[in-house]
């Protein structure tokens, strides 16, 4: 079977299970349909034409982050890759200044499932729309994860980055207080596709405007507003009495790449 959404339908699967984590039987809840999400195929602009001065920049920045391959940066790529939602919340653990948990915020979990479906439905429209292809495909060049699973013709727009800077403007709304670390850490994780050498900076470029399209149109849906307060409560009750601080080597790690935007890498 054509592999080429596997990661976006990974995290779907992953996300839709995520009530079971905190080990209370609890209902499956409601995905929102997929028409609750806007059509990415008509939001979204084209991707940069071969030959083009945007794919030309494209290539210069694949090429330029090559160079990172067994850096701090690299490895932080690597773990960017994980979409596992648990991994993905704490993921912004720094940005907080606590350690986050989802196995403790049952009504995110609920957000996250009810989310996934229509996300990944119109994400993968998208994809299958363009066939663009990986910017590693055909290069022999490193990238920092498994292409095993990757569509290799999926290239735009970066689901990845779709789904981590989604989970940073869910996040930054649920603790308003954090949200500009918040954002600039999904900002760091969407780059982190780019350090891969999975996905061109323009896929990446698309993929925020995909969440942020996606996002402010779902997360308006009165559907979601019970869980959305439910989870609100969560996150701050964590906040205000969570001992568990961050690893501060992780923090450094995670400062410097949003210090040193590889989008304008030379």
């Not at 653990?93 to 439905?121: E, F, N």
Request: glycine letters at 6%; one cysteine or more.
């Amino acid at each position: 079977m054509d592999m080429r959404f596997a990661a976006v339908r990974c995290l779907c699967a992953l996300l839709l299970a995520g009530t079971a984590v905190t080990g209370v039987a609890m209902a499956a809840p409601q995905p929102l349909p997929d028409s609750a999400a806007p059509d990415a195929r008509i939001v979204l602009p084209p991707p940069p034409v071969p030959g083009s001065a945007a794919q030309q920049d494209d290539d210069r920045v694949f090429h330029a982050t090559r160079a990172l391959k067994g850096t701090a940066r690299w490895e932080l790529a690597t773990r960017d890759a994980d979409l596992n939602p648990a991994h993905l919340v704490a993921d912004f653990s720094c940005a907080v200044g606590h350690t986050l948990d989802l196995s403790k915020a049952p009504h995110l979990q609920a957000v996250l499932a009810r989310l996934a479906p229509a996300t990944m439905h119109r994400t993968s429209e998208v994809k299958d729309m363009w066939h663009r292809t990986r910017p590693f495909v055909g290069t022999g060049l490193p990238i920092c994860t498994s292409s095993e699973g990757l569509g290799l013709h999926s290239s735009y727009p970066s689901g990845h980055t779709t789904a981590g800077f989604g989970m940073a403007l869910l996040l930054a709304r649920l603790m308003p207080e954090h949200a500009t670390a918040i954002l600039q850490r999904g900002r760091v994780f969407g780059e982190s596709r780019v350090v891969c050498g999975v996905h061109w900076k323009s896929d990446v470029q698309a993929g925020y405007l995909n969440a942020s399209t996606e996002m402010d149109t779902l997360l308006s849906n009165p559907a979601l507003q019970d869980d959305l307060a439910g989870a609100k409560n969560e996150l701050a009750a964590q906040l205000a009495t969570s001992n568990a601080a961050p690893d501060a080597g992780e923090c450094k790690v995670e400062a410097d790449a949003a210090a040193h935007s590889v989008l304008s890498a030379q």
